[in-house]
């Protein structure tokens, strides 16, 4: 009470005048007086609750304007009652031999038995069996302390019930009592056993450890990870179960401990053989205080998901190497077109007996070869023209094989295994047989020098949904043709970039490296997929796994005849002008009235004005302003029936297929021979006229 009246807004705070604050003695005495009234009151209060407390008083007379009115005990006992009825948890008075004199109705509820037979029964009664002796030192200790535990009780059913207790010593007419309250664990220890269960069947391995590493606890999943018994890991340190033999990550892991922190990383480990990788996660878990207890350790095998991103990467690289590789081809073939056309051209031109006609030969034989190394990088960029049929693979086999017996090294076997007579599949013959050289040769190059084998087996194959060897890939029958030898095998850095084009470990000058990469592209091109298995100094193995078709084999083409000719009026479009004046040639040498322009809009208009001028039309695809094939829509637009032939070094969007279903008459990869060039321009023109 010293303080009273000095706070602002006590009896003697002083008042605020124009910012100042004074006092007059006659308001202090005033202040003074009210003060000692509240000390009269306060302290009568206080007498009066002590009378309550202690038991002497039954009743409180108190006088209101309404006149004067008695509370007894029992109606300020109301208010208490109702809350600790409210309480979720049980409560109650007993005495210290455990008789219960009070209890509320959640207590009742929780030993499924009455209110008014719990009330004046011993709680002795529900102990369960092995908790009487703890149950009995609580309430022996409850007489000058609050003990707390935890044991059992047995409800009226029979069943155990997990409880808290905490107990009070309570004093009532000096008669000792004592406060119970009793929570119910139940459903506490349903949620613990459903976390034990979902953590011993999680696919992921959960360690738990000691605060020094030492391993405590480990689920199911985590001795399958690491294949190391339980009673092997228990009581061993993580840190280096974890680490094996990286004496670096052991360290790293325990200065982690050290500091308190967590550590995530990978780890890649080997089983049967075969190395696996795993997220691993260690991180400390703490008490409410801050203080470590424990270290929490969590182990996911991501081998397929590491499997699966490494190939979705290794796509993603090949189809920017492809892209590159198809402009590089498209430049290529139209140099390509020039040099062909025209070294024909001058053949066509010299007499027999010329000693230059070897030279230009050359020419021509080295351009066409340049031909098929520009459709090398095409069929690598998935890009290229394809003539598809059914086509048996057994002949096909047994033809390359005989080639390949003849022209490589005795020095090593070579084996056919032809395991299924169902053979066919739905392939581009020459492609076909340069998956099969090409793999044959690569084969034979890890074996030079040494002795051993080349087996080529063909079988047959069904896959599922969900076992197929690429994604890209649909459910069904297919052939496996396998080219497996005994040579020097790779190692895995190689063996990653081995579809890669321009890539080799061959010496300079002994290779392109576009052989495994045009093999890849082929395989993809026609809906398979290819793996291979190697390893150093043991060989390799790879598997081609192609579709297989309905039986039915597409006849052969016979020998070819003379060149065909004509004299109608063609209008020849291309951007590039070495291009225009090598096919003007070619054309006026076939007999035809050739107007060659280099602008798509300056065709366009010349053709408007005068459409029926031009029997054919031939464009190229890729030019400026405009391309071929809106240029062609166009002219079509303009004269439903003009043929149209579509040229391209670079089949990018465009395909047969498509400029078919455009209504183009015909298409044509460049470089083209005058032959190929001849007949399809021929063959066009003749479509529409009588037979």
Known sequence: MADEGKGPHSPNAAFEDKGTFMKSKDQTKKELAEVEKLRARLEEAEETLGAIRSGKVDALVVSTPQGDQVFTLEGAETPYRVLIEALNEGAGTILP??????????????????????????????????????????????????????????????????VHLSFCPLQVEDAGAICMVVTDLAEQERDHLRLISAIEQATEGIVITDPG????????????????????????????????????????????????????????????????????????????????????????????EVGLQQRVQQMQKMESIGTLTGGIAHDFN???????????????????????????????????????????????????????????????IKETFKLLRSSLPTTFQMKIHLETESDAVFADPSQMQQVIMNLCTNAAYAMRGLTGSIDISLQGITFGANDLPDPDMKPGEYLVLSVKDTGSG???????????????????????????????????????????????????????????????????????G???????????????????????NMLEYLGYKVTALMDSKEALRLFSEEP???????????????????????LMRIRSDIPVILCTGYADLI?????????????????????????????????????
């Open 213 to 304: 590493g030492k391993i405590e606890y480990l689920n199911p999943a985590f001795e399958r990870i690491s294949e190391v018994g339980r009673s092997e890991l228990l009581e061993k340190r993580y840190c280096e179960t974890l680490a094996g033999s990286d004496e670096s990550l052991r360290e790293k892991l325990r200065d982690i401990v050290r500091r308190g922190e967590t550590w995530k990383g990978r780890v890649v480990r080997r089983k049967d053989g075969q190395a696996y990788e795993l997220d691993v996660t260690y991180s400390p878990i703490r008490d409410s205080g801050g203080k470590i207890v424990n270290y929490l350790g969590t182990e996911r095998d991501v081998t397929r």
């Open 562 to 584: 003379p060149i065909p000719k004509g004299n109608e009026r063609i209008l020849f479009v291309d951007d590039e002008e070495i291009i225009v004046k090598s096919v003007r």
């Open 97 to 162: 031999d455990g008789t219960i004199l009070y209890c509320n109705g959640r207590m009742a509820s929780i030993l499924k038995t009455p209110l008014d037979r719990v009330i004046g029964s011993s709680m002795k009664d529900y102990i369960a069996r092995g908790d009487e002796e703890k149950f009995l030192a609580m309430l022996q200790e409850s007489g000058k302390d609050c003990p707390k535990g935890q044991i059992h009780l047995l409800d009226g059913e029979g069943s155990l019930v997990p």
């Open 490 to 560: 790779m190692d895995e850095e190689v063996r990653k970039r081995v579809f890669e084009p321009f890539f080799t470990t061959k010496p300079v000058g002994e290779g392109t490296g576009l052989g495994l990469s045009v093999v890849y592209g082929i395989v993809k091109e026609h809906g398979g997929n290819i793996t291979v298995y190697s390893e150093p100094g043991r060989g390799s193995i790879f598997k081609v796994y192609l579709p297989k078709a309905d039986t039915g084999v597409s006849a052969r083409p016979g020998t070819p």
């Open 655 to 691: 395909s047969p297929e498509k400029a078919t279903a455009m209504g183009f008459r015909g298409f044509i990869m460049k470089p083209f021979t005058v032959r190929e060039g001849a007949e399809l321009v021929r063959r066009v023109l003749d479509q529409d006229r009588p037979k």
């Open 612 to 634: 029926s001028q031009f029997d054919l039309v031939m464009t190229d695809q890729t030019m400026p302003f405009m391309t071929g094939e809106i240029l062609g829509r166009e």
């Open 334 to 396: 139209n140099l390509l077109a020039t040099i062909v056309i025209n070294s024909e051209m001058a053949l066509f031109d010299l007499p027999g007996e010329s000693g230059v006609r070897n030279h230009l030969e050359l020419i021509v034989k080295s351009g066409l070869r340049g031909r098929e190394l520009a459709k090398q990088l095409l069929l690598f960029s998935r890009k290229s023209e394809k003539k598809q049929e059914v086509l048996p693979l057994t002949p096909l």
